[in-house]
Protein backbone atom coordinates (compact mmCIF):
# COMPACT_ATOMS: atom_id res chain seq x y z
CA UNK A 1 0.00 0.00 0.00
CA UNK A 2 1.48 3.31 -0.72
CA UNK A 3 1.93 5.71 1.64
CA UNK A 4 0.84 9.40 2.27
CA UNK A 5 2.68 11.26 -0.93
CA UNK A 6 2.73 14.98 -1.00
CA UNK A 7 4.24 16.98 -3.79
CA UNK A 8 6.44 18.56 -4.52
CA UNK A 9 9.10 17.49 -2.41
CA UNK A 10 10.91 21.17 -2.67
CA UNK A 11 9.65 24.57 -3.86
CA UNK A 12 11.00 28.01 -3.45
CA UNK A 13 8.89 31.12 -3.73
CA UNK A 14 9.36 34.75 -3.47
CA UNK A 15 7.85 36.85 -0.74
CA UNK A 16 4.12 38.19 -1.97
CA UNK A 17 3.40 35.24 -3.88
CA UNK A 18 0.84 32.25 -3.08
CA UNK A 19 1.84 28.62 -2.88
CA UNK A 20 -0.24 25.21 -2.86
CA UNK A 21 0.59 21.97 -1.33
CA UNK A 22 -0.58 18.82 -1.72
CA UNK A 23 -1.35 15.45 -0.25
CA UNK A 24 -2.15 12.27 -1.11
CA UNK A 25 -3.27 10.21 1.97
CA UNK A 26 -3.28 6.24 2.14
CA UNK A 27 -5.73 4.45 0.80
CA UNK A 28 -9.11 4.32 2.70
CA UNK A 29 -7.48 7.28 4.71
CA UNK A 30 -10.01 9.61 5.26
CA UNK A 31 -8.54 12.29 7.87
CA UNK A 32 -5.64 14.32 6.44
CA UNK A 33 -4.00 17.03 8.98
CA UNK A 34 -1.14 19.42 8.30
CA UNK A 35 1.51 20.55 10.22
CA UNK A 36 3.93 23.74 9.82
CA UNK A 37 7.99 22.93 11.19
CA UNK A 38 10.41 25.25 12.15
CA UNK A 39 13.61 24.87 13.91
CA UNK A 40 12.32 28.07 16.36
CA UNK A 41 8.76 27.16 16.56
CA UNK A 42 8.84 23.11 16.09
CA UNK A 43 5.86 21.27 14.91
CA UNK A 44 2.64 23.08 14.92
CA UNK A 45 -0.55 22.46 13.66
CA UNK A 46 -2.71 23.70 10.94
CA UNK A 47 -5.66 22.47 10.40
CA UNK A 48 -7.62 18.66 9.90
CA UNK A 49 -10.22 17.78 7.33
CA UNK A 50 -12.33 14.61 7.44
CA UNK A 51 -14.66 14.07 4.99
CA UNK A 52 -14.14 17.01 3.20
CA UNK A 53 -15.27 19.46 6.96
CA UNK A 54 -12.24 21.11 8.14
CA UNK A 55 -12.52 19.64 11.78
CA UNK A 56 -9.73 21.34 13.41
CA UNK A 57 -8.12 24.15 12.81
CA UNK A 58 -4.57 25.56 14.51
CA UNK A 59 -3.70 29.35 15.63
CA UNK A 60 -2.58 30.41 11.87
CA UNK A 61 -3.30 33.45 10.13
CA UNK A 62 -6.21 33.44 7.39
CA UNK A 63 -3.43 33.17 4.71
CA UNK A 64 -3.17 29.49 5.45
CA UNK A 65 -6.18 27.50 4.36
CA UNK A 66 -6.79 24.05 2.91
CA UNK A 67 -9.64 22.06 1.76
CA UNK A 68 -10.05 18.15 0.97
CA UNK A 69 -11.48 16.24 -1.86
CA UNK A 70 -14.08 13.91 -2.09
CA UNK A 71 -11.12 10.88 -2.81
CA UNK A 72 -10.10 12.18 0.52
CA UNK A 73 -6.53 14.50 -1.32
CA UNK A 74 -6.07 17.32 0.81
CA UNK A 75 -4.59 20.35 -0.76
CA UNK A 76 -2.93 23.25 1.29
CA UNK A 77 -2.62 27.10 0.44
CA UNK A 78 -0.59 30.02 1.74
CA UNK A 79 -0.96 33.80 0.06
CA UNK A 80 0.95 36.82 0.39
CA UNK A 81 4.18 34.68 1.43
CA UNK A 82 6.34 35.80 3.80
CA UNK A 83 9.68 35.09 4.81
CA UNK A 84 8.48 33.56 8.16
CA UNK A 85 6.36 31.12 6.62
CA UNK A 86 9.85 28.72 5.25
CA UNK A 87 9.29 25.61 6.83
CA UNK A 88 8.78 22.04 6.29
CA UNK A 89 5.25 21.34 5.92
CA UNK A 90 4.00 17.90 6.66
CA UNK A 91 0.81 16.37 5.93
CA UNK A 92 -0.20 13.25 7.95
CA UNK A 93 -3.47 10.79 7.24
CA UNK A 94 -5.83 8.45 9.51
CA UNK A 95 -7.96 5.91 9.10
CA UNK A 96 -10.42 7.73 11.15
CA UNK A 97 -10.94 11.16 12.34
CA UNK A 98 -8.30 11.03 15.12
CA UNK A 99 -9.32 8.59 17.66
CA UNK A 100 -6.23 6.70 19.74
CA UNK A 101 -6.42 3.75 17.76
CA UNK A 102 -6.33 5.58 14.27
CA UNK A 103 -2.67 7.01 14.51
CA UNK A 104 -1.52 9.43 11.64
CA UNK A 105 0.86 8.31 8.91
CA UNK A 106 2.89 11.55 7.90
CA UNK A 107 4.49 12.35 4.62
CA UNK A 108 8.16 13.08 3.57
CA UNK A 109 6.89 16.97 4.13
CA UNK A 110 7.29 20.02 1.47
CA UNK A 111 9.90 22.36 2.21
CA UNK A 112 8.88 25.58 1.01
CA UNK A 113 11.63 28.27 0.81
CA UNK A 114 10.49 31.94 0.70
CA UNK A 115 13.15 34.62 -0.52
CA UNK B 1 -3.58 25.08 27.20
CA UNK B 2 -0.88 21.82 27.30
CA UNK B 3 2.53 22.32 26.73
CA UNK B 4 5.36 19.52 25.81
CA UNK B 5 8.79 19.88 27.16
CA UNK B 6 11.54 18.25 26.24
CA UNK B 7 14.79 19.98 27.91
CA UNK B 8 17.35 17.41 25.81
CA UNK B 9 18.25 19.46 22.76
CA UNK B 10 20.87 17.25 21.63
CA UNK B 11 21.84 13.43 23.05
CA UNK B 12 24.28 10.99 21.96
CA UNK B 13 24.55 6.96 22.74
CA UNK B 14 27.26 4.28 21.79
CA UNK B 15 25.64 1.60 19.80
CA UNK B 16 24.30 -1.09 21.96
CA UNK B 17 23.96 0.81 25.11
CA UNK B 18 20.83 2.25 26.63
CA UNK B 19 19.48 5.60 26.24
CA UNK B 20 16.78 7.56 28.21
CA UNK B 21 15.49 11.11 26.46
CA UNK B 22 13.19 12.97 28.64
CA UNK B 23 9.92 14.80 28.80
CA UNK B 24 7.25 16.59 30.58
CA UNK B 25 4.05 17.99 29.98
CA UNK B 26 1.56 20.55 31.74
CA UNK B 27 -1.86 19.97 31.36
CA UNK B 28 -5.65 20.48 33.20
CA UNK B 29 -6.49 17.42 31.97
CA UNK B 30 -6.99 14.20 33.45
CA UNK B 31 -7.74 11.80 30.47
CA UNK B 32 -5.13 11.83 27.75
CA UNK B 33 -2.39 10.26 25.77
CA UNK B 34 1.13 10.42 25.02
CA UNK B 35 3.01 9.63 22.16
CA UNK B 36 6.60 9.44 21.16
CA UNK B 37 7.33 9.81 17.29
CA UNK B 38 10.90 9.97 15.03
CA UNK B 39 12.09 11.66 12.23
CA UNK B 40 14.60 10.08 10.67
CA UNK B 41 16.56 12.61 8.13
CA UNK B 42 14.43 11.03 5.48
CA UNK B 43 11.78 13.45 7.61
CA UNK B 44 9.23 11.49 7.46
CA UNK B 45 7.75 10.98 11.07
CA UNK B 46 7.15 7.46 12.74
CA UNK B 47 5.21 6.92 15.93
CA UNK B 48 7.01 4.65 18.11
CA UNK B 49 4.94 4.26 20.77
CA UNK B 50 1.99 5.48 22.72
CA UNK B 51 0.55 5.63 26.34
CA UNK B 52 -3.14 5.94 27.28
CA UNK B 53 -2.79 8.10 30.63
CA UNK B 54 -4.65 6.00 32.86
CA UNK B 55 -2.86 2.71 32.17
CA UNK B 56 -0.79 2.83 35.04
CA UNK B 57 1.35 -0.02 33.08
CA UNK B 58 4.08 1.45 31.09
CA UNK B 59 4.11 0.80 27.22
CA UNK B 60 6.92 -1.29 25.73
CA UNK B 61 7.49 -1.62 22.01
CA UNK B 62 10.76 -4.07 21.47
CA UNK B 63 13.64 -2.19 22.08
CA UNK B 64 11.49 1.12 23.14
CA UNK B 65 9.92 1.79 26.19
CA UNK B 66 8.38 4.16 28.43
CA UNK B 67 8.38 5.51 31.93
CA UNK B 68 4.85 7.40 32.79
CA UNK B 69 5.06 9.33 36.19
CA UNK B 70 1.49 11.05 35.69
CA UNK B 71 1.50 12.88 39.06
CA UNK B 72 5.06 14.03 37.95
CA UNK B 73 4.08 14.75 34.31
CA UNK B 74 6.97 12.93 32.94
CA UNK B 75 6.95 10.82 30.28
CA UNK B 76 10.12 9.37 29.43
CA UNK B 77 11.41 7.63 26.79
CA UNK B 78 14.12 4.36 26.49
CA UNK B 79 16.19 2.66 24.19
CA UNK B 80 17.62 -0.35 24.85
CA UNK B 81 20.37 -1.66 22.96
CA UNK B 82 20.77 1.56 20.64
CA UNK B 83 20.64 0.51 16.68
CA UNK B 84 22.73 3.35 14.33
CA UNK B 85 19.21 3.47 12.44
CA UNK B 86 17.76 5.02 15.88
CA UNK B 87 19.73 8.21 15.00
CA UNK B 88 16.63 10.65 14.68
CA UNK B 89 15.24 13.50 15.89
CA UNK B 90 12.38 12.61 18.77
CA UNK B 91 9.39 13.98 19.56
CA UNK B 92 7.16 13.86 22.52
CA UNK B 93 3.43 14.33 21.61
CA UNK B 94 0.00 15.16 23.69
CA UNK B 95 -3.41 14.57 22.64
CA UNK B 96 -6.09 15.39 25.25
CA UNK B 97 -8.95 12.47 25.42
CA UNK B 98 -11.76 13.34 23.12
CA UNK B 99 -8.95 15.16 21.07
CA UNK B 100 -8.21 14.30 17.93
CA UNK B 101 -4.63 12.67 16.60
CA UNK B 102 -4.68 15.73 14.26
CA UNK B 103 -4.30 18.08 16.95
CA UNK B 104 -1.61 16.86 18.57
CA UNK B 105 0.95 19.30 20.47
CA UNK B 106 4.67 18.57 20.45
CA UNK B 107 7.60 19.12 22.30
CA UNK B 108 10.51 20.67 20.33
CA UNK B 109 12.26 17.23 19.94
CA UNK B 110 15.89 15.99 20.60
CA UNK B 111 18.14 14.98 18.31
CA UNK B 112 19.73 11.76 18.99
CA UNK B 113 22.60 10.74 17.32
CA UNK B 114 23.87 7.23 17.90
CA UNK B 115 27.74 6.78 17.34
CA UNK B 116 29.60 3.49 16.04
Known amino acids: KAGVTQTPRYLIKTRGQQVTLSCSPI?????VSWYQQTPGQGLQFLFE???????NKGNFPGRFSGRQFSNSRSEMNVSTLELGDSALYLC??????????????FGNGTRLTVT | AQTVTQSQPEMSVQEAETVTLSCTYD???????LFWYKQPPSRQMILVIR??????QNATENRFSVNFQKAAKSFSLKISDSQLGDTAMYFC?????????????FGKGTKLSVKP
Open chain 2, 51 to 56: QEAYKQ
Open chain 1, 27 to 31: SGHRS
Open chain 1, 49 to 55: YFSETQR
Open chain 2, 93 to 105: AFMKRGGSQGNLI
Open chain 1, 92 to 105: ASSLEQGTYNSPLH
Open chain 2, 27 to 33: TSENNYY
